[in-house]
């Protein structure tokens, strides 16, 4: 009962850090949106998506990976057996991608933080690929958790059908970009 329990909490508390992760990019490229804007709407807008950033960072997205974390551990804890698994090493793998991608979201709210209000020194279209990311995490992750043995029986089958998803999603994002231009 207690696994189960711990279960429901840790998919409750991933989808928060995922809905988290995901907005938190997305404010950054608003904030790089802003950068053709007359002087006293981008400051305004960039004052406002900087409050927005680090509330989301501070209140939702941490505390959520934080508890999605340790009910994760507390999982492996009470059925240690997972660590004996080649799929669970794969969702671990990706799970240290979604690490370094943590990391960098929290270096871009610093720099938003330290900038100011000047301009972010990224191009808008590498947010908005960046912003991506999380979700092709999301979806390796979930798809290794259902599939388990499966996803290594058949990996050419799902990496073929990834990467498909990825210049799918990449040609998307240009052609969005193109067309705002």
């Known amino acids: 009962m207690l696994y189960n329990i711990l279960k429901a909490f840790h998919i409750i508390f991933m989808v928060s850090y995922f809905a988290g992760i995901f907005y938190l990019v997305r404010l950054f490229v608003y904030y ?18 900087l409050f927005m950033a680090r509330r989301l960072w501070n209140i939702i997205t941490v505390p959520a990976g934080v508890i999605m974390l340790v ?20 969702k671990l793998t990706f799970l240290i991608g979604l690490a370094f991608y943590h990391y960098w979201c929290w270096k871009k709210v610093l720099q938003m933080k330290n900038l100011k209000g000047d301009i972010l020194p990224i191009k808008n279209i590498k947010l908005r690929q960046a912003n991506e990311i999380a979700t092709f995490i999301l979806f390796l992750v ?29 040609l998307t994002v240009k052609l969005v970009n193109k067309a705002k231009k």
């Open 71 to 90: 009910t994760g551990l507390s999982l492996i804890y009470l059925n240690f057996g997972l660590m004996k698994t080649p799929w669970f090493h794969l």
């Open 142 to 170: 979930v798809f290794t958790v259902i599939l388990k043995s499966w996803v290594l029986e058949y990996w050419w089958q799902l990496i073929t059908g990834f990467f498909v998803l990825v210049v799918a999603i990449m």
């Open 32 to 49: 790089k949106d802003t950068d053709e804007f007359e002087v006293g709407k981008k400051e305004i807008l960039r004052e406002q998506y």
